[in-house]
């Protein structure tokens, strides 16, 4: 390297220094104060292994037994989920100023009740599966599903990451369900609160926020947002009901926008495809955008033809 170079490089370190000590929040250095986002995205594979134990399989052992593949995989996510979760505490107000042996001793008790509710977790995948495969008919099995759906894996990791989040586990959740919506696009806070027989088609751009209620036998379709009306209030809006609450056997068509905390969407009800809902709608109603417009463009011999699409407005609930 040229001697011209080493200084330039020299003269960058010395201005980041600097620019390093303006205290700054970005500033701080906790190299091990921080949970380990590689240490954490592990241990939600290794907890889809152990829930389905017969799909992802582990690969160190010779001869596999179910009972020898859940007790390694335990034992290795009860001590990295200790970890994790008693450096996290030290961001909730309820532990500010606890000593590390109180830290240790409350992730110990919050992994072993996280723990104790896989079978419950398994209980409301095995329905997610299964509304997959009854509401997909592209869908040639259930492996399929488990293995390439991206609504599954979603729905897999936001069931997880809620439970973390009702035992008041900071950070932890949001970097899960951060994790599959990198992988998915699909962004469903850990708060929400999703029924049984959950399924998501397709899913690509799909926002579900905090504190929206799901309730059973609910189809989503991609690009839908179920989202608050306004959040600019900031901070002033934290643990208020900002997002709407989706009642039993509703269908969302692709591109519908929900919004707003106390908008209900009654059971039984169709919405179509971008929509813009910021009203209860009522049970059984279908919903669709009036007045939408095909428009035709051929050639530069040709007019633009427009013709209105014809809707049997009988069949929704107009908005």
């Known amino acids: 390297m040229e001697p011209n170079m080493d200084a330039k490089i020299n003269q960058l370190v010395d201005h980041l220094m600097e620019d390093y000590s303006g205290g700054k929040t970005i500033d701080e250095i906790k190299l091990f104060e921080h949970p380990n986002r590689d240490t954490v995205v592990d241990i939600l594979e290794k907890l ?18 179910v009972r020898n593949n859940v007790s390694m995989l335990l034992e ?18 309820e532990y500010e100023g606890a000593d590390s042996d109180v830290l240790a001793q409350e ?9 104790d509710r896989i ?35 979603a729905t897999f990791t936001s069931r997880i990451a809620h439970e973390l989040y009702l035992l008041k586990v900071p950070l932890i959740p949001r970097i899960m369900t951060e994790y599959a919506h990198s992988l998915t696009g699909i962004d469903i806070h850990p708060g929400t609160t999703i029924g049984k027989y959950f399924f998501i088609d397709h899913g690509t751009g799909i926002v579900i926020g905090e504190t929206t209620v799901i309730g059973d036998n609910v189809k989503i379709y991609q690009g839908v947002t179920l989202g608050a009306l306004s959040t600019r209030g900031g ?8 997002h709407p609450t989706i009642c039993d056997n509703v269908t969302i068509y692709s591109g519908a926008s ?9 059971k039984d009800v169709v919405i179509g495809g971008n929509a813009f809902i910021t009203t209860s709608i009522p049970k059984g109603a279908k919903v669709s955008v009036r007045s939408q417009e095909l428009m035709y463009n051929y050639d530069s011999t040709h007019p633009v033809e427009r013709k209105e699409l014809e809707l049997d407005n009988a069949w929704f609930y107009t908005i």
């Open 48 to 65: 889809r292994k152990i829930i389905y134990p017969g799909y992802y399989k582990n690969n160190s052992f010779k001869i596999y037994t």
């Open 76 to 93: 290795d996510v009860i001590f990295n989920l200790i970890a994790q979760i008693t450096i996290v505490l030290k961001y909730s107000p």
């Open 107 to 115: 992730a110990e008790r919050i992994t072993f009740e996280f723990l």
């Open 119 to 153: 079978p419950k977790i398994r209980e409301y995948i095995e329905t997610d599966v299964q509304a997959a495969f009854d509401g997909d008919p592209a869908a040639y099995n259930k492996d399929e599903i488990i293995y390439t759906y991206p609504g599954v894996f």
């Open 235 to 242: 901070q002033s809006l934290k643990n208020t009901k900002r």
């Open 258 to 266: 929900i919004l707003g905390g106390d908008t209900v969407i009654g």
